[in-house]
């Protein structure tokens, strides 16, 4: 058994979801993402599939609008969802333009909706997806919004993240999870792989997934992949997350790795946009710690969330290691083995660690007690948050 057969037989949970034979490419932080989908919207002969948390009316949302109106003006197929949260502060007349021009356009879950219930699941559900697919072919996937502050340098206070640019049939996965949002469906339907014959899978062939989540029936979905990878880690697993408040079951999945002798660093940011998280991590890592894994703090905002098991299997995408993302958000994901994405994943989260300082006990115990009180309390109510 070859490398690959070896990985997709070992990490993947359901090899028979998986495509061979894509083109990718890792997309690494707001520049490089930005020219990605503004060359993939120029060259849209067809259609434009966009899911989005947040589409801002700033410079970057604008530059996109303008890509997405030429779009319609040379006749493809414009489609738009974005979360009503997520774009809050951006002006209904920018999405009305669009509307006038052409573009269909799906407000998820809006905030405010005469008739409809405003608390409860509709509140809490949002839509977390960053997907854009072209021609039915090319797609990315990542965790970046549309936005200056995702799409700036690092360099000039930018958000470090990651995103994955595919080309083949794999886009078509991405494309049924699309549809079932738009056509409001409760099922998630997955692309399998219906080749007629299992193909040669050498050392240099890509067999990926795309998973994506939704509340109630299909949460589970993506922890349940990223659980079977991790119980079957034996050398070693990389994590970059912003918001590490995991749920049990994946903490006690690190735990009982660490104890068999992997090697797990866990990256998350120093500084965060939801506080009240960040504090609950200082808890969640204080447990793992004792138990042998490592944590480090990236210098800064790191919006990434990437996964790398034994460097054989890797996992890049929307979703948050935290409740919000298992129990209420539409999360989705890029999954598998890839020699390319592979080896640029590593030398990411190897630049990343060695750039970031590690987290020991010490931090906590500097914390003044009132503050480590409010962490426990965060914590204990972690579900919540």
């Given at each position: 058994?070859?490398?690959?057969?070896?990985a997709?037989?070992?990490?993947?949970?359901?090899?028979?979801?998986?495509?061979?034979?894509?083109?990718?490419?890792?997309?690494?932080?707001?520049?490089?993402?930005?020219?990605?989908?503004?060359?993939?919207?120029?060259?849209?002969?067809?259609?434009?599939?966009?899911?989005?948390?947040?589409?801002?009316?700033?410079?970057?949302?604008?530059?996109?609008?303008?890509?997405?109106?030429?779009?319609?003006?040379?006749?493809?197929?414009?489609r738009?969802?974005?979360?009503?949260?997520?774009?809050?502060?951006?002006?209904?007349?920018?999405?009305?333009?669009?509307?006038q021009?052409?573009?269909?356009?799906?407000e998820?879950?809006?905030?405010?909706?005469?008739?409809?219930?405003?608390?409860?699941?509709?509140?809490?559900?949002?839509?977390?997806?960053?997907?854009?697919?072209?021609?039915?072919?090319?797609c990315?996937?990542?965790?970046?919004?549309?936005?200056?502050?995702?799409?700036?340098?690092?360099?000039?206070?930018?958000?470090?993240?990651?995103?994955?640019?595919?080309?083949?049939?794999i886009?078509l996965?991405?494309?049924?999870?699309?549809?079932?949002?738009?056509?409001?469906?409760?099922?998630?339907?997955?692309?399998?792989?219906?080749?007629?014959?299992?193909?040669?899978?050498?050392?240099?062939?890509?067999?990926?997934?795309?998973?994506?989540?939704?509340?109630?029936?299909?949460?589970?979905?993506?922890?349940?992949?990223?659980?079977?990878?991790?119980?079957?880690?034996?050398?070693?697993?990389?994590?970059?997350?912003?918001?590490?408040?995991?749920?049990?079951?994946?903490?006690?999945?690190?735990?009982?790795?660490?104890?068999?002798?992997?090697?797990?660093?866990?990256?998350?940011?120093?500084?965060?946009?939801?506080?009240?998280?960040?504090?609950?991590?200082?808890?969640?890592?204080?447990?793992?710690?004792?138990?042998?894994?490592?944590?480090?703090?990236?210098?800064?905002f790191?919006?990434?969330?990437?996964?790398?098991?034994?460097?054989?299997?890797?996992?890049?995408?929307?979703?948050?290691?935290?409740?919000?993302?298992?129990?209420?958000?539409l999360?989705?994901?890029?999954n598998?083995?890839?020699?390319?994405?592979?080896?640029?994943?590593?030398?990411?989260?190897?630049?990343?660690?060695?750039?970031?300082?590690?987290?020991?006990?010490?931090?906590?115990?500097?914390?003044?007690?009132?503050?480590?009180?409010?962490?426990?309390?965060?914590?204990?109510?972690?579900?919540?948050?």
């Open positions: 058994m070859n490398t690959v057969s070896l997709i037989s070992k990490y993947m949970e359901e090899p028979r979801y998986s495509v061979a034979n894509s083109s990718t490419k890792l997309l690494q932080d707001g520049p490089e993402v930005f020219h990605k989908m503004i060359e993939l919207i120029d060259e849209a002969q067809s259609s434009i599939d966009l899911e989005i948390y947040a589409f801002m009316d700033d410079r970057s949302g604008f530059a996109i609008q303008k890509a997405l109106l030429k779009a319609l003006h040379r006749g493809c197929n414009v738009i969802i974005y979360d009503s949260f997520g774009s809050f502060n951006t002006k209904s007349s920018f999405f009305e333009k669009l509307k021009s052409g573009a269909k356009i799906m998820f879950h809006p905030l405010w909706s005469p008739g409809k219930k405003m608390f409860g699941f509709h509140l809490r559900s949002r839509n977390h997806r960053k997907v854009l697919i072209v021609d039915d072919l090319r990315i996937i990542g965790g970046l919004n549309i936005g200056d502050e995702y799409f700036k340098p690092v360099s000039a206070g930018g958000i470090h993240d990651l995103a994955i640019y595919l080309k083949g049939q886009a996965q991405a494309l049924t999870i699309f549809e079932s949002t738009w056509k409001n469906t409760i099922r998630i339907p997955i692309l399998i792989n219906k080749a007629k014959s299992t193909p040669l899978l050498t050392e240099n062939s890509n067999q990926l997934q795309i998973l994506g989540s939704k509340p109630i029936r299909y949460r589970w979905k993506i922890r349940k992949t990223i659980h079977h990878a991790i119980k079957n880690a034996t050398k070693s697993i990389d994590i970059i997350n912003p918001y590490f408040v995991p749920p049990s079951g994946l903490a006690r999945a690190l735990k009982n790795a660490a104890a068999r002798g992997v090697k797990v660093r866990i990256l998350v940011p120093k500084k965060s946009d939801l506080p009240l998280v960040h504090l609950a991590s200082y808890v969640a890592r204080n447990r793992l710690l004792h138990h042998g894994v490592e944590f480090y703090s990236w210098p800064g790191v919006h990434a969330k990437a996964m790398l098991i034994d460097d054989q299997w890797f996992s890049v995408g929307s979703y948050n290691l935290d409740y919000q993302s298992l129990k209420w958000n999360e989705v994901i890029v598998g083995y890839c020699p390319n994405i592979l080896s640029s994943l590593k030398k990411v989260m190897d630049e990343d660690f060695g750039k970031a300082e590690k987290y020991t006990s010490s931090t906590w115990k500097k914390f003044h007690f009132s503050k480590r009180f409010f962490a426990d309390f965060l914590y204990s109510i972690r579900t919540f948050l």
